[in-house]
């Protein structure tokens, strides 16, 4: 499984680096007091939770941040050169076959902080957001923080695929009070690459019935070989009603950076956002953002090719051990969606079972909202060593319950 160029089955010691991963799952997963003790000592849980990879960034990436470090002055930075909307538009057309209109390329500190200036901007109080479920929780705890209804469509499964409710999707895009659709692509948690034909089957509901749609398309590039993504607003180009969230976090792990890219072609919602929105980045990120763009293809075929035999062999894994467990490989990102619920008892906390009993921090799917249960999530963005001994103790786990 070596890698021709980049390292991915190096193993990397986080400790000492203030990563979230380490540092930050007791106040995300658990009760900052909950008894995890167990069948594993804290300081030995393997961490396959939170969405950023155990992989080193690509040198691209970490020489253009040396050379910027080149410069001793670290004040004030902005997206000034144009040259880095120029990168991004590049990647667009090579990646997606879109040409972005840089003029409605804004920024934020992250997709999450963007979603919920713009659910601000977009709803009333009294009015109602779409999302589908399981859905990444943000999109829920943004709508809690703008104190406005959340309204869900459950995703249809059989024997481990997913698909949309378009009829039900039509009848809650059809409430006046619903003004705004949260839409994930490629899903989150499922890891659905939505095909063309879905894409415009759900835009067509939202567009008819005068719905804002903010795509969060953070996960685009990170596709299982040969697939190809769909950004929805390219499906679209005569709207100016579809708000598209990128950024190169998830592609190459550079969510720390705070960095993302937010495409607004409404004029008015542009402005509105640029008005609330004070534009001082980090001036690593941007150098880092647009290496990442310029000479990052290398480093993420190689990652598209280490990710494919990482669920190739959970796949092999559970179809031996756990073979009624449902779970398909996903068209997208790296993280698996894993019915276990035959194993479980209804309501029981994964999260937490897994934490005790297998010394493994993963998400359960109590954490994505709604039409979850008796799923979890594993993060397959990790040395295969790291897989083999997450994913032994995960299944000997349920096999001794």
Known sequence: MSSTKYQFNQVLERKGTNAMSLEGYRGYLFDPDEDLSGKYQETDFIKM???????????????????????????????????????????????????????????????????????????????????????????????DYNEVALVCSDLLEEKGEFRMDIDDIKI?????KCVLA?????????????SKEELVAFGDVCLENGLTIISDEIHCDVLRKDKIFTPLASLFPN???????????KTFNLAGNMFANIIIPNETLRLKY????????????????????????????????YLDENFKYLKTQLD?????????????????????????????????????NAGVLLEGGNMFVANADGYIRLNLACPRVILEEGLRRVIKAILEK
Not at 182 to 194: A, D
Not at 279 to 301: D, F, M, Q, R, T
């Open 49 to 143: 939770w939170v969405a950023d990879m155990e992989f080193a960034i690509a040198p691209e990436i970490i020489n253009a941040m040396k050379a910027r470090l080149e410069h001793p002055l670290l004040g004030y930075s902005m997206v000034a050169d144009p040259s880095y909307a120029l990168s991004f538009k590049q990647w667009c057309i090579k990646r997606y076959n879109w040409a972005i209109d840089t003029n409605h390329l804004v920024h934020a500190k992250g997709v999450v902080p963007a979603l919920y200036d713009l659910i601000g901007h977009i709803c009333k109080s009294d009015q109602k957001v779409l999302i589908i479920t399981p859905s990444y929780a943000f999109f829920k705890h943004g709508t």
């Open 172 to 176: 809650k895009a059809s409430d006046p």
């Open 182 to 194: 949260i839409f994930c692509s490629p899903h989150n948690p499922s890891g659905r690459l939505w």
């Open 239 to 249: 709207s100016d009603k579809i708000i598209t969230c990128m950024a190169p976090s």
């Open 274 to 305: 640029n008005e609330n929105y004070l534009p001082v980045e980090n001036p690593l990120s941007i150098v880092a953002a647009k290496a990442a763009y310029s000479e990052g293809h290398a480093w993420l075929v190689e990652l598209t090719d």
């Open 320 to 356: 031996t051990y756990l073979p009624r467990a449902t779970f398909n490989i996903p068209d997208a990102t790296y993280l698996a969606w894993v019915d276990v619920s035959y194993y479980f008892n209804d309501n029981e906390n994964l999260t937490l079972f897994f934490a005790k």
